[in-house]
Structure formats: structure tokens, C-alpha cells
């Protein structure tokens, strides 16, 4: 299996995946590459499943959980007007949400933000300011 998402933990799990912001039981919550919506995340499982379903019970609850907690912390630190969160699995076939915080400013407000993906590479972030957004959610979690 050539699973970027599992390459991914693998290198978060030896320490070589920079953009970490939370490991959760079952998950881990990264800051996005590109920032066109400034606090975009994604949470990645662990483990490789194709579909939801394919989590086994209580595991599926917990990563509820995790995904709930990732919300909050997110919608605490950057105040948006709307979270949107995306689970598609068309690209990469390993369980993942997008957490996409959406302001009144943004273009195209109403719509979805892969109307706007075409802009994503132009926003790639710098290491220091990835740094910074990093820290800024690490404590976040930490200050329940």
C-alpha cells in the first residue's frame, strides 16, 4: 500500500513531520500546509481505513471525540464565522477531515472551499509562521 496519510504518521510517529499540532489517542491533528483559510487543520487516523464504517466500535466513538476536541480548539483560537469540515476520502482513501475556518471576509463565503483550492498553493506557510500557528494551538490544548 502506498498511503501518503500512513507515510505521514509514520514520520510524525519518528518525529520528522513538522506541521504536528496534537496527538490524540487515535489521530493526529496537523496545521495545514497552505493557510488560504487562516487555521485550516486536517486530522489524519492512525490507522489506515478506507471508510468510517471500516472503524471498529468504541474506536469510532473516540475519534468522534477527537475530532469534536479538534473543532473546539480550533474555533477558540481563530474565531470564524463557520467551521466547515470536509471527510471525502476521493484523493486519499485514508479517513481524515478538513477543518476549514471560514470568515465573512473570505471569497466566496457561501460556497465550498474547494471552489477556492485552485489559490491553495499560493498560500503555502512559511516555517516560521507554521511555527507560530503551531504554538498558538498547542496551547489552546493545553488550557482546556
Given at each position: 500500500?502506498?498511503?501518503?496519510?500512513?507515510?505521514?504518521s509514520?514520520?510524525?510517529?519518528?518525529?520528522k513531520?513538522?506541521?504536528?499540532?496534537?496527538?490524540?489517542?487515535?489521530?493526529?491533528?496537523?496545521?495545514?500546509?497552505?493557510?488560504?483559510?487562516?487555521?485550516?487543520?486536517?486530522?489524519?487516523?492512525?490507522?489506515?481505513?478506507?471508510?468510517?464504517?471500516?472503524?471498529?466500535?468504541?474506536?469510532?466513538?473516540?475519534?468522534?471525540?477527537?475530532?469534536?476536541?479538534?473543532?473546539?480548539?480550533?474555533?477558540?483560537v481563530?474565531?470564524?464565522?463557520?467551521?466547515?469540515?470536509?471527510?471525502?476520502?476521493?484523493?486519499?482513501?485514508?479517513?481524515?477531515?478538513?477543518?476549514?475556518?471560514?470568515?465573512e471576509?473570505?471569497?466566496?463565503?457561501?460556497?465550498?472551499?474547494?471552489?477556492q483550492?485552485?489559490?491553495?498553493?499560493?498560500a503555502?506557510?512559511?516555517?516560521?509562521?507554521?511555527?507560530?500557528?503551531?504554538?498558538?494551538?498547542?496551547?489552546?490544548?493545553?488550557?482546556?
Amino acid at each position: 500500500m502506498n498511503c501518503p496519510l500512513c507515510e505521514r504518521s509514520k514520520n510524525t510517529a519518528e518525529g520528522k513531520y513538522p506541521f504536528l499540532i496534537h496527538e490524540f489517542k487515535n489521530s493526529y491533528l496537523y496545521l495545514g500546509e497552505h493557510q488560504y483559510y487562516q487555521g485550516y487543520c486536517v486530522l489524519v487516523t492512525k490507522d489506515h481505513y478506507r471508510e468510517m464504517t471500516d472503524v471498529p466500535s468504541p474506536k469510532r466513538e473516540e475519534l468522534f471525540q477527537e475530532m469534536m476536541r479538534a473543532h473546539e480548539v480550533i474555533q477558540k483560537v481563530f474565531q470564524p464565522k463557520k467551521m466547515n469540515m470536509c471527510s471525502l476520502g476521493n484523493v486519499v482513501d485514508h479517513v481524515h477531515w478538513h477543518f476549514f475556518p471560514r470568515y465573512e471576509s473570505d471569497p466566496n463565503f457561501k460556497n465550498p472551499p474547494w471552489l477556492q483550492m485552485q489559490h491553495f498553493d499560493s498560500a503555502k506557510v512559511s516555517p516560521e509562521k507554521r511555527d507560530e500557528l503551531i504554538e498558538i494551538l498547542k496551547n489552546a490544548f493545553s488550557s482546556k
